[in-house]
């Protein structure tokens, strides 16, 4: 059993140690990371997953992006310590994740990954295709999502940081 909830400035350090044992230490070289750089994350959005016996199984946080001159949700990264996936905890976050940033009145959410696995939590390409990603990212994971009813309407261009 796990329990969510919002990441607490004390889960921070256990958060970045987590990320760097699912994508490794050089995971803040990826474009995604140059457009969260000196942005903080938003916080409400933030959740961790901790057992039963409170050690940190898995994270997901949400940063600002501005695209076409609006703002929106980066999301990312979204992690599960090796030992615990495969029990469906990622899902999970994404679940709550979502209905959270939908009930805070987020219009959109975008993030780079893979189609076959995020399409069943309703991201595609097709909802990203007005929407470009710095290099080195490849298009084809340039993934989005609208919250609300045509939440990407007019949203196009290059994502940029947030300041």
């Known amino acids: 059993m796990y329990f969510l909830s919002t990441e607490k ?9 987590l990320f760097d044992t699912a994508f490794g230490h ?10 969260r750089s000196d942005v903080d994350p938003i916080a409400d959005l933030c959740l961790v997953a901790h057992d039963d016996i409170g050690v940190l199984a898995g994270s997901i946080r949400f940063w600002p992006i501005i695209v076409g001159g609006q703002t929106g949700l980066l ?26 940033a939908r009930t805070a009145g987020w219009k959109w959410v975008m993030l780079v990954g893979d ?8 991201f595609s390409r ?21 919250l609300v ?8 261009g290059l994502a940029e940081r947030a300041s």
């Open 9 to 17: 400035p004390d889960d921070w350090w256990d958060v970045e140690y």
């Open 26 to 35: 050089g995971r803040t070289g990826l474009s995604s990371y140059q457009l």
């Open 75 to 100: 999301l990312g990264p979204v992690a599960v310590h090796p030992t615990r996936q495969g029990e469906g905890l990622g899902a999970q976050l994404m679940a709550a994740a979502l209905e959270k």
């Open 115 to 122: 189609e076959p696995y995020y399409s069943r939590f309703g």
């Open 126 to 146: 097709s909802a990203a295709r007005a929407i470009s990603f710095p290099p080195p990212t490849n298009p084809d994971r340039v993934l989005a999502q609208c």
């Open 149 to 156: 009813p045509d939440g990407l309407e007019g949203i196009s």
